[in-house]
């Protein structure tokens, strides 16, 4: 049945579930978003299939009762997931997430960022997947003239890093299957998530390499003169936005998903001071390369029309996650 009350101006064909709203496959599952995505899917009724390889992500990271396939995006077991599983949706948020991994080995970032990608999405095509969500990044615009900011999604892409380029690939992917196969999508473009569950990569790492470093007594290292500047976003924030856009009927386009707030890194260390209960003082090193030097996104567009805004604050956030940390 067509099911227009969920998608709105994007129906799409869904099959009679008891008590279930959608059915959703979402790669990266067991990884750091992925695991709030997946508990804020149970609770609100879908019925969600994680696909992880578990190289950075865990099996710890999910609810007990969660379920989870043990497999790599390029597997040829993931066509028969699609087919037993009859998806109708999937958010795609596996792949590599370091720039700095993807300026010393751009032919690892491809694969994974854009041939696995492609693979999903073929999966899609076969099996009548009709819509997909997409994790981009604040990449993808590189380094933006700061009369420009915060960044709007009209902005022209001009990634700095291999990293942005294969976020900015996808994009193109998407819209052209979209075009010739009719898969409908959601591009989110995150800013520098943060939050529990969170490994030392991705563009909000500095959050969490810096709370797990002060929770065991450590020093930490800003890189650069520390003026440089980040948006970051809570990681629950980013699941409601994802759940946001499986519902959307504005689909077919793109939104930055982010809190529209510029703080530097010295700014962040002085709030963990606080929170810490003592100065923090950090060594400094030399700037690392395709890092972008201020970056703030507009959440204009994601609040007229994705009726999406942030609801954590920077401080309760960075409580959150030091006290995960302790733990």
């Known amino acids: ?37 997946v508990r804020q899917l149970m609770k609100a009724g879908d019925e969600v299939i994680s696909l992880d390889n578990l190289s950075t992500g865990r099996k710890e990271n999910l609810p007990s009762q969660a379920k989870l396939e043990v497999l790599d995006i390029h ?20 792949g590599q997430t370091l720039v700095s991994d993807s300026m010393t080995d751009p032919q690892n970032d491809m694969y994974q960022n854009i041939a696995g990608t492609v693979h999903i999405l073929e999966c899609c095509r076969k099996y009548g997947v009709k819509r997909v969500i997409f994790s981009s990044s604040a990449a993808t615009y590189g380094d933006v003239d700061e009369k420009a900011l915060p960044i709007p999604e009209t902005l022209p892409q001009l990634p700095l890093s291999f990293y942005g380029l294969s976020k900015m690939t996808v994009e193109k992917y ?15 473009r995150f800013s520098n998530v943060y939050g529990e569950r969170q490994g030392n990569g991705g563009e909000g790492g500095v959050i969490s390499i810096f709370a797990k470093a002060l929770a065991q007594g450590k020093g930490i290292t800003i ?29 077919d386009t793109c939104y930055n998903l982010s809190s529209e707030t510029e703080i530097n890194l010295n700014e962040l260390v002085r709030i963990f001071s606080d929170i810490v209960g003592k100065k923090i003082v950090p060594e400094y090193g030399p700037a690392r390369e395709g890092d ?27 409580k959150k996650t030091y006290e995960y940390f302790l733990k």
């Not at 959440?299 to 604050?313: G, H, R, T, Y």
């Open 1 to 37: 049945m067509v099911r227009s009350d969920i998608y709105g101006g994007c129906p799409v064909e869904i099959s009679p579930r008891e008590g279930v709203l959608m059915k959703v496959l979402v790669t990266g599952g067991a990884g750091f978003i992925g695991s709030h995505l």
């Open 223 to 251: 890189y650069g003169d520390g003026n440089q500047t980040r948006d970051f976003v809570y990681a629950g924030d980013i699941a409601r936005g994802i759940r946001k856009a499986l519902v959307t009927d504005n689909c």
């Open 75 to 94: 597997d040829e077991e993931v066509e028969r997931l699609f087919s037993q599983e009859h998806f109708d949706a999937v958010v795609h948020l596996a």
């Open 292 to 318: 972008i030097n201020r970056s703030s996104l507009s959440n204009k567009k994601a609040q007229k029309k994705l009726l999406w805004k942030p609801e954590m604050s920077l401080e309760e956030g960075l």
């Open 174 to 188: 998407l819209a052209l299957y979209q075009q010739v196969f009719g898969i409908h999508y959601v591009v989110l």
